[in-house]
């Protein structure tokens, strides 16, 4: 290659560029990634994340405080409640091949882009929903696309740091999913106390209504962040156009150092040889399929599927621990404000817990529908504090994975998440069970966003995202499972949904201990 002729140019501090260092050949991802530094690039990045992570949680989380207040409106039996829950993972389930083979094929910013601007369009339409059917059917349209969402923004940010921050990076990802349990509640919150009751012809607009409405706004200012930014370079790598995926790294190192395009280290990269290559033909949709099969068929072989089954194993148990507790947590804090209104005392979580049975009646007795809504902002700031608790285990987190590794950590927060969420068997006041479920979510929260840290370098750029894909999807379907069994487990009695959670979060632990360590490994 030929040398570089180096002229005065200045970065933004007034300071003279350090003269490029040219490398004897082609340069991989790693190599290249890395010569970017980390900057504003970089910082803008994570900023255009936040509310793509919280239209994610928006989807998941924001039903578990509706139900609650439209019981009564909708009419909703016990089974309905656990079907509401549950028709965001359907979608996420059932969507969870089609997005990985398409973000594998198509890329990873024009998916991310076209779910995220489909998705505010679903939550438009959940505003105006007054019936369970519709909205069923959009609470399952919604999971869809933030199912496929979560995914490609995973593998969009993972492919645009270096290994020497991917693990930071993750732990960044998962606070804003943090971020976003204290923001769902205290919106929620707010919105309720409003106890809006408007009669619009066709349908009755209450406050719950609204709430969707709101939650519209996070993937649409998502979706216009991401429009400006530029496609993956390892995604361009993986297609054959280096040049293109050279272009982006050039821009990258200008923004994140302030100094000329020429300056990047890089003058070429590798050329990686993949079946995208081969000249395009109009194919039919088996063609389609077929390629599809051949493209994550390695995934299955000899070389990948004992890891595949460990991570999925473990993060499978993980997500049905985890989002079955969150979604019924908000249940259980309505409950004790319930009891404590009834009762004028506070109980154990067990006495809490049987409000939430259907009452036995006698002959010819209707049940009448009663939820207080009135003084009830403690439901709220529970899930609040315990959203602070967890962004909090994020931070110390995000120091303690480069420090301790990221087995070491799982390991420890699995036995702690574990211990927690069985001792809430045991509680005795409301002070109690928001200690115990903090430590539960924080510990199992991040427990969720190593095992994602580990796929990224486990897995080849080809595979990644469909090993994500089919990762989230087995943990979804069980997930829906869960959820429509959670009101059968309280119907049992107390101890069964504790002991139950106890006892998952303790096989993870064994399984994760299977895991390949990835310490230092680079991105394949």
Not at 59 to 81: H, N, R, V, W, Y
Not at 301 to 326: D, M, P, W, Y
Not at 488 to 513: K, R
Request: proline share 4%; with cysteine.
């Amino acid at each position: 290659m030929g040398s570089c002729k180096i002229t005065e140019v200045k970065n933004i501090n007034g300071e003279l560029p350090k003269l490029p260092i040219e490398n004897d050949g082609p340069a991989d991802f790693q190599t290249a990634i890395a010569a970017t530094k980390f900057g504003k690039f970089n910082i803008f990045l994570l900023l255009v994340a936040i509310p793509s992570a919280l239209s994610i949680n928006c989807e998941t989380g924001i039903i578990s405080f509706i139900i609650p207040a439209a019981a009564c409106d909708l009419e909703l039996t016990s089974s309905q409640k656990g079907l509401l829950n549950s028709m965001s993972f359907v979608g996420m389930v059932l969507s969870g091949f089609f997005w990985g083979f398409l973000l594998d094929t198509l890329g990873r910013k024009k998916m991310i882009f076209l779910g995220l601007s489909a998705h505010w369009m679903v939550m438009l339409a959940k505003s105006f929903s007054w019936r369970i059917d519709m909205l069923c059917l959009f609470q399952f349209f919604g999971g869809a696309l933030a199912g496929g969402v979560y995914v490609a923004v995973n593998t969009y940010l993972h492919e645009f740091h270096s290994t020497e921050y991917r693990g930071r990076l993750q732990m960044a990802y998962g606070a804003m999913f943090g971020t976003a349990n204290i923001i769902i509640p205290l919106i929620s919150g707010s919105i309720m106390a409003l106890d809006i009751n408007i009669n619009l012809g066709l349908i009755e607009y209450y406050s719950w209504n609204l709430l969707f409405l709101i939650s519209g706004i996070p993937p649409a200012l998502a979706a216009l962040g991401f429009y400006f930014l530029p496609e993956t370079p390892k995604f361009l790598m993986s297609c054959g156009d280096s040049e293109s995926a050279l272009k982006v790294f050039r821009q990258v190192y200008r923004i994140n150092t302030g100094q000329s395009e020429e300056f990047y280290p890089i003058k070429e990269l590798i050329h990686e040889v993949t079946e995208k290559e081969q000249p395009s033909t109009q194919h039919s949709w088996l063609m389609y399929i077929k390629l599809g099969w051949k493209q994550i068929s390695p995934l299955f072989g000899k070389e990948h599927r004992l890891n595949l089954f460990l991570v999925c194993s473990t993060q499978v148990i993980l997500q049905i621990t985890l989002n079955t507790a969150r979604i019924y947590s908000p249940q259980v804090f309505q409950a004790e404000h319930d009891y404590e209104t009834t009762f004028n005392s506070s109980g154990t979580l067990c006495e809490v817990l049987s409000i939430l049975k259907k009452p036995k009646l006698e002959e010819g007795e209707e049940f009448v529908c009663s939820v207080n809504l009135e003084n009830n902002f403690g439901v709220y700031l529970n899930s609040i504090i315990i959203g602070t608790a967890t962004l909090m285990s994020y931070g110390m987190a995000g120091t303690l994975i480069n420090t301790f590794g990221r087995k070491n950590l799982l390991n420890v927060l699995n036995i702690t998440g574990s211990i927690s969420i069985s001792c809430l068997y045991f509680s005795y006041n409301n002070i109690m069970t928001l200690t115990l479920y903090s430590i539960f979510f924080g510990s199992v929260g991040i427990c969720f966003d190593i095992i994602i840290t580990i796929v990224v370098v486990l897995f080849p750029t080809t595979l990644r995202a469909m090993a994500f894909s089919i990762n989230l999807l087995l943990g979804r379907l069980l997930t829906v499972g869960g959820n429509l069994m959670v009101p059968l487990l309280v119907e049992l009695g107390c101890a069964p949904p504790f002991l139950t959670w106890g006892s998952l979060s303790l096989v993870a632990l064994l399984l994760s201990c299977l895991i390949p360590n990835t310490e230092k490994l680079d991105m394949k």
